[in-house]
DNA sequence: CTGAAAGCGCTAACAT
DNA sequence: ATGTTAGCGCTTTCAG
């Protein structure tokens, strides 16, 4: 395509190796030789054909990434974050989307390792200990998002269950006695999907069961309507606890269409802390899992396992109340 | 790394080409042998090296994508978009993010010509001619997003400056007489930054002319207190047009917080319909700018002009006024 | 139908 | 200080 190294030759009148030691400054060379090599690269525009350097050099300086979608800010967010660190340490990203099936997600995980990328961060569309295995056989090392200290892999990520008993705390300490936990329609019921959810959920019952509450899910498709109907027959005033800023907002909203108000009628509080703007008289009260750390941590992570390194098994991200004012 | 064809067709007693032509189906192989090569490879986890393949063949199936960063949810949901249409055509995306800055641009256009990707799709730093014989002048074709006729580049997007025009008359029919454009901090001053948003402000200025209303911008950093201000100060019942959903969200909020009730006291209308969760009583009014397709229709642009068709110039994408009920 | 040989562009070990 | 050689894993003529 471009001028190679053995075009350089020729016109250097030197061997292909003086060429490399010029563009690398490994090895001996002259000075002189060096500078009219240099010269000439850069008169003729030479750009290394990196293809070829991975093939010899057995490193591809490409990250494979995998996602369900790019549709939610939570991973745009945190890829964001990725790509920064991994641009600092020439790396490049390859980024591809599962969309929840599981098959798709094997493949591109062949195409990935196909294309010789130097390691993988996944987030995985299902949680069992067949698929740890898997990526623990592949020839590179990889990172799972999301905090899952009992999985053979090594994971990063807040520890859902611990923040979102924290939030009950908060809620509760802020004088309600009703707190409902309202999670969205997840995907898919075979309970391998959304572990986030489904770690919120677990970290929520125990927090009720701790305070000795009264336990109360909202669950699936229809969730603001039966937290309306849920509304009109308790004549408590309720906290909803929803496990992701955008089901709160539109809890949010739901709620305010009928009449109720926020902290006179219900308090609610979101989770993920999206910084969605929120045209609303009152900042959202959540919780900041702090995605962008989560990124640079696990990018971080697998520098260091790409180096040899041992790394930590599993890093736990601190979390962050966000006071707000709907709580 | 793994096992290869080398060791396939020592394992299996043949040469190196009778395994690829088992492998590809080129060529003609007797059956017998083809069925023992694929079942050895299969046996053995035979996984080809793309990278390899593409230092041979000339092509790497990878397209490098350059965007401004992955914080907006407009270029997330375009690389959303686009990366399903790759896949499908079994590419994969480089994913780089050139934070406004032309330097780490031209270093990320550098870097992913020497990963030999196959084109490029740009959502650039800047807007100038030299820019567009740079591309150009690459190895490798290029599409930049963003609806730019005169340019000598292939460019995909909509026309803002219609679409903007369509939005002012939208609003003009709804009565209101005094139509306000509200352009947040453009983040450089020297007017090559935010294409969309300067066209969107031409196409405001030409709508105002043409039915002789009053020109009113509203700019910058403060532009939340300066809409306050300026509700204070008029008599009239204004309408914000803001460049971007984001924006005009966090005007409603202010709006409202102040007491003024959309519709009754002042319309609002936004721009990108980036679908936010809007925990606002009213739906917004906005503009689709259908950046999905954009992101499909750049891809298949690009395709196209790998596969060595000419290819629209300039491909322009149909807006849609969205409704809603602020205005 | 199959094998031998050359080469993609680069790097690294070993001479000179 | 520089050149020679071999090889990364794959594909593609060209013979046999």
Known sequence: MGVTTKDLAKICGVSR??????????????PETKQMILETAEKMGYQPDLLARSLVKGVSMTIGVIVVDLKNQYFSKMINAMEKKMIENKYLLNITLHENDHEIEKMLIRTLVG??????IISPSGY?????????ELPV????????????????????????????????????????????????????DNMGHHQRLEGYCNAVKELQLEQRIIYGEQYLEKIIQYMKKTKERPAFLCSGDVFAI??????????????????IM???????PFGALSKLSTV?????????????????????????????IPYKIIEGETV
């Open 128 to 136: 069992d200990q067949a698929f740890w295995k898997y990526l623990n």
């Open 141 to 192: 090392p990889s990172v799972v998002i999301g905090h899952k200290p009992e999985a053979e892999i090594t994971t990063v990520g807040i520890d859902e269950k611990k923040a979102t008993r924290s939030a009950v705390n908060f809620i509760y300490e802020r004088g309600y006695k009703h707190i409902v936990f309202v999670v969205p329609p997840l995907k898919r019921a075979d309970s391998k």
């Open 17 to 30: 190796a003086t060429i490399t030691r010029a563009l690398h400054g490994t090895g001996s060379i002259k």
């Open 250 to 267: 539109e809890a949010y909203g739901a709620l305010r269409k009928s009449g109720y108000l926020e902290k006179r009628d219900f308090g």
């Open 115 to 120: 294309h010789r990328v130097d390691g993988l």
């Open 270 to 276: 979101g989770f993920d802390h999206m910084d969605i």
């Open 288 to 316: 900041d899992n702090h995605i962008e750390e989560i990124g640079e941590q696990a990018a971080e992570q697998l520098l260091g396992m790409i180096r040899g390194e041992r790394g930590v098994r599993h890093l736990e």
